[in-house]
T-cell receptor
Framework: GDSVTQMEGPVTLSEEAFLTINCTYT??????LFWYVQYPGEGLQLLLK???ADDKGSNKGFEATYRKETTSFHLEKGSVQVSDSAVYFC???????????WGAGTKLIIKP | KAGVTQTPRYLIKTRGQQVTLSCSPI?????VSWYQQTPGQGLQFLFE???????NKGNFPGRFSGRQFSNSRSEMNVSTLELGDSALYLC????????????FGQGTRLTVV
């Protein structure tokens, strides 16, 4: 079945560092890909998405490019802030059954 | 525009009891999905409803059930609670098409003792 694999955390960085969180997927067909963020004590918020190969999703300085050849959707940000500390989830929707399939989540800790 | 509202925010129940959680989606949204989040299993899909019909169901035992009302509000019920049902239960609403953005509530934290 479809699956999503994320790099394990926690990832600890200093403020203004470059961030990469790796995400790879397995799916039949052409899924849509998402990054969600969960701040402490809150629900999930959509950060960005891409619906077809080579699409780049971007929001709040974060970017991810849908790479079909490597089945990847890595999250990047050029300069992180303390306020970016949260858990980040990669997810896919396989365009057929109205559910999101989730990675395990990566906890990001940004130190001032 | 009001967001997704889940009630209650916190619940403590005893093994063997049953519980009902409620979700009010964003106005105009007709799809409601439910997810269970635990430290061990992560986020797992429970079921999805659209216009009062269940369109998809995850791999959970029959103790987990749900329904959706004509105003799109949804409830999920867990009967005969087990300790392992302790989790954060998240509800998401969307317009209902494939790959439309899902908006999540803050969740209901269920603790089974």
């Amino acid at each position: 079945g479809d699956s999503v694999t994320q790099m394990e955390g926690p990832v600890t960085l200093s403020e203004e560092a470059f961030l990469t969180i790796n995400c790879t997927y397995t799916a039949t067909g052409y899924p849509s890909l998402f990054w969600y963020v969960q701040y402490p004590g809150e629900g999930l918020q959509l950060l960005l998405k891409a619906t077809k190969a080579d699409d780049k999703g971007s929001n709040k300085g974060f970017e991810a490019t849908y790479r079909k050849e490597t089945t990847s959707f890595h999250l990047e940000k050029g300069s992180v802030q303390v306020s970016d500390s949260a858990v980040y989830f990669c997810a896919l929707s396989d365009n057929s059954n109205y559910q999101l399939i989730w990675g395990a989540g990566t906890k990001l800790i940004i130190k001032p | 525009k009001a967001g997704v509202t889940q009630t209650p925010r916190y619940l403590i129940k005893t093994r063997g009891q049953q519980v009902t959680l409620s979700c009010s989606p964003i106005s105009g949204h007709r799809s409601v999905s439910w997810y269970q989040q635990t430290p061990g299993q992560g986020l797992q899909f429970l079921f999805e409803y659209f216009s009062e019909t269940q369109r998809n169901k995850g791999n959970f035992p029959g103790r987990f059930s749900g329904r959706q009302f004509s105003n799109s509000r949804s409830e999920m019920n867990v009967s005969t609670l087990e300790l392992g049902d302790s989790a954060l239960y998240l509800c998401a609403s969307s317009a209902g098409g494939l790959n439309t953005e899902a908006f999540f509530g803050q969740g209901t934290r269920l603790t089974v003792v």
